[in-house]
């Protein structure tokens, strides 16, 4: 069965003051805003994995988020994961407790944060510091509706990388017409990032 890294994140809630330099350090950056057809999750950057441990575990949902549980997961599948065995503290929400939201339609690799666990995910055998990207739709939703909070939120590792989630209503997203060249775009990314990763390995 396929696994998926956790590692251990520590946060804390920023304010807006802080919005600019805690999106100028983050290796990953997750951002969750509202369009004329429903809400947009996007997300990219990288992760530094030295130092951190792995323990397979099962991951309990699938793509979509839940902002009681501080959960946004991009990717496709319901794999097993890997948990960093190290306590942590932090934000384990960015919004009110309710039902797990998968999203309609998602695209790219599989990664994401877990407030309530302390955990990042990252995916199986995934190479430190190498590319994250993904895109997932809930369609006819607001943030209320997911259950959101607007704000910025900031999680640090115990190898001090950081993973930011911004959420708010009025970030500049593509509108549906966008959509499906962006899906194309995501999927040739990650169909490389695929080959590449079979072709090291082929070669190790």
Known sequence: ????????????????????????DAAI??????????VLASGSGSFDTTGLARRDVPLGFSTGLNGGLGVVRFGVGNNAVGFDTVATSGPISFGSAGAYREATTAVGLNFGIHGADGTVILPDN????S??????????????????????????????????????PSAV???????AMMTLGLAGIGYTLRRRRATIRAHA
């Open 1 to 24: 069965m396929k696994t998926m890294w956790k590692a251990v994140i520590a946060g804390t809630v920023s304010g807006a003051a802080m919005m600019t330099a805690a999106v100028a």
């Open 29 to 38: 950056v997750i951002t969750i805003s509202e369009t004329a057809a429903g």
């Open 126 to 129: 995934y190479v430190s510091g």
């Open 131 to 168: 590319t994250l990207i993904g895109e997932m739709v809930f369609l006819g939703a607001t943030l209320d509706s997911l259950g959101l909070t607007i704000g910025t939120y900031l999680y640090r590792s115990a190898n001090n990388d950081t993973v930011t989630v911004n959420i708010g």
């Open 173 to 179: 997203v593509p509108e549906p017409a966008s959509w």
